[in-house]
């Protein structure tokens, strides 16, 4: 009932002023459900940016193995040489 109560409101104003959806809920459903949902949003985000730093430096860790034990082998190959 929420969601279609939002929903209403968001496609009746039109264009989105700053503030995003924060302001839309506060707005349409009052500011006790507009700070609540703001809080999630935020801890949500920034749980999200921590999780995409973490994938981010193990891609890059993982990938640094690769390369570097390729070419230390291959130094090793052509030292035996």
């Not at 009932?1 to 009746?12: E, F, P, Q, V």
């Not at 507009?34 to 999630?40: D, E, K, Q, Y």
């Not at 193990?58 to 230390?72: D, K, N």
Request: proline content about 2%; hydrophobic content about 50%; glycine content about 12%.
């Amino acid at each position: 009932m929420l969601t279609a109560i939002s929903m209403s409101a968001i496609s009746t104003n039109g264009v989105v002023p700053a503030g995003g959806s924060y302001f839309m809920i506060s707005r349409s459903l009052g500011p006790e459900f507009g700070g609540a949902v703001g809080i999630l949003f935020y801890i949500g985000t920034t749980l999200a940016a921590a999780m995409y730093i973490v994938g981010a430096i193990e891609i890059l860790i993982v990938s640094f193995i690769l390369i570097f034990s390729h070419i230390s082998n291959s130094i090793d190959y052509q030292c035996e040489l």
